[in-house]
């Protein structure tokens, strides 16, 4: 009777550790994404808009960052500069060895299309195109003809093995939400980029986008930045950046959603 009470208490430790192990080998190949005095303004003249004024920041690899701020704060910009989408007109933003401020827009089209994923609000499918052909999209445009069991593997990581014959138009919006999440994945990015995901989507569905991407940093030690509007969908990073006039207003480590609330609140204090 002792030995079978006590078993339930030793084997989450023990699959814990391992998972802990496994998560800390992956994220020492992983690099790390900094931005340095970063400024981006939108416009010219009166009618320029500081939108990021001399952000520093260092997103660590293997980690789940989410930024946050009011509307105009400068989140969607942080996002865009920071995963190459955009320049930035002062400031340097790089990603392990590679400054991406200094690639050609050759050479960062090709970075993009090789190391980083995107995950958009709008989802962004081709309706023409089966689920199958919307995930292998990406190796498609990168001049690579995507294996059926690739493609069957991030359909299936996604919940959607059985919806690859399938259009877009015959899904419901969480699950078009999951196939834009299998296209990021397609490619074995290193940092995925989040821009509102669950916005459009109803409350079970948005949690299990989110239950999804926080399983690309804890099984996959994947790196991934969201921005979302939302203190419960931010309640699942382990870092929490608030922006405000374009600048860091705070941050908050591990919060809830209360916490998350609370400091939003407050930003303007």
Do not use: C, W
Not at 41 to 56: M, Q, R, Y
Not at 182 to 195: G, H, M, Q, Y
């Amino acid at each position: 009777m002792t030995t079978s009470a006590n078993a339930p208490k030793t084997q989450p430790r023990r699959v814990n550790l391992m998972a802990g192990l496994r998560k800390r080998a992956q994220v020492a190949v992983l690099p790390e994404l900094t931005l340095r005095g970063v400024r981006k303004v939108h416009g010219k003249g009166d009618a320029a808009v500081v939108a990021l004024d001399d952000i520093s920041v260092t997103l660590p690899a293997g980690s789940m960052t989410t930024i946050m701020g009011p509307s105009g704060s400068g989140k969607s910009t942080f996002l865009h500069v920071a995963a190459g989408l955009d320049r930035p007109d002062q400031g340097a933003v790089t990603f392990g060895d590679t400054e991406l401020t200094r690639l050609s827009e050759r050479r960062l089209t090709i970075l993009r299309r090789e190391r980083i994923g995107f995950v958009f609000q709008a989802f962004n499918l081709m309706p023409s195109l089966t689920v199958a052909q919307n995930i292998g999209l990406p190796l498609r445009l990168d001049g690579r003809r995507p294996k059926r069991s690739e493609v069957r593997d991030a359909a299936a990581r996604v919940g959607l093995a059985d919806r690859l014959r399938h259009r877009p138009a015959q899904l419901s919006g969480g699950q078009q939400q999951r196939v834009a999440i299998a296209r990021a994945l397609i490619a074995r990015p290193e940092i995925v980029f989040a821009d509102e995901p669950t916005g459009a989507l109803d409350t079970r569905n948005g949690r299990a986008v989110l239950e999804l991407l926080r399983s690309l940093v804890d099984t996959d030690g994947r790196t991934v930045v969201m921005v979302t509007h939302d203190p419960k969908a931010a309640s699942y990073a382990d870092r929490v950046i608030f922006l405000a006039d374009g600048r860091i207003a705070g941050t908050l480590e591990g919060a809830t959603a209360d916490e998350v609330a609370e400091q939003l609140a407050h930003l303007g204090d």
